[in-house]
């Protein structure tokens, strides 16, 4: 079964440095999507960042970007110049699929939770 | 902009009523989902729909049912409320292959007494 493991339950960072949140998951297939979403204290879900596993080059988004290591499978989110509004959960999420068809479901990691202290 | 919207941000409940948690998406979006979220265990899913009138047992989906009778309206119902289903709610909706990742709702707190 697939899985997706963050092994960092809380992080900490000062404001305008750089942080890295780890994700590393499991799966048998070839190609599939893998995203990063954030969850501030006001709890609704965004989506931060996505990688197709078909892609070699890493996802950038302004100030946040990934390190996709495929035969690592790995997946880790770095955000540059952090800001007092980055605190929140972070989830990284694995799109597998569900049957038939392109339909899929995400599997999720337990989260980070990061505080970006002032 | 798009969006997915929770009837409700706060819900308080007695035990053994019937509880309704609705969901609309104004994106036409095939897919629809509801997740509960708890401390340490992160986001568990509970059903999900992939057309109208269809539906999926999620992860956990005992003691609860849903309703899609149309696209944009997904329906959890808890059939008799339970203190153990004290929970964050997450509704999320999403295109066929999701490329694009999910669109979240706001949450729906709801707490059984």
């Known amino acids: 079964a697939q899985t997706v493991t963050q092994s960092q339950p809380e992080m900490s960072v000062q404001e305008a440095e750089t942080v890295t949140l780890s994700c590393t998951y499991d799966t048998s297939e070839s190609n599939y999507y893998l995203f990063w979403y954030k969850q501030p204290p006001s709890r609704q879900m965004i989506l931060v960042i996505r990688?197709?596993?078909?892609k070699q080059q890493n996802a950038t988004e302004n100030r946040f970007s990934v390190n996709f290591q495929k035969a690592a499978k790995s997946f880790s989110l770095k955000i540059s110049d952090s800001q007092l509004g980055d605190t929140a959960m972070y989830f990284c999420a694995f799109a597998q699929p569900l049957g038939a068809g392109n339909n899929r479901k995400l599997i999720w990691g337990l989260g980070t939770s990061l505080a970006v202290n002032p | 902009d798009v969006k997915v919207t929770q009837s409700s941000r706060y819900l308080v409940k007695r035990t053994g009523e019937k509880v309704f948690l609705e969901c609309v998406q104004d994106?036409?979006?095939?897919?629809m989902f509801w997740y509960r979220q708890d401390p340490g265990l992160g986001l568990r899913l509970i059903y999900f729909s992939y057309d109208v009138k269809m539906k999926e047992k999620g992860d956990i989906p005992e003691g609860y049912s849903v309703s899609r009778e149309k696209k944009e309206r997904f329906s959890l119902i808890l059939e008799s409320a339970s203190t153990n289903q004290t929970s964050m709610y997450l509704c999320?909706?999403?295109?066929?292959?999701?490329?694009?990742?999910?669109?979240f709702g706001s949450g729906t707190r709801l707490t059984v007494v």
């Open positions: 994106m036409d979006h095939e897919n």
């Open positions: 999320a909706s999403s295109l066929g292959p999701h490329r694009d990742g999910y669109t």
């Open positions: 990688q197709e596993a078909y």
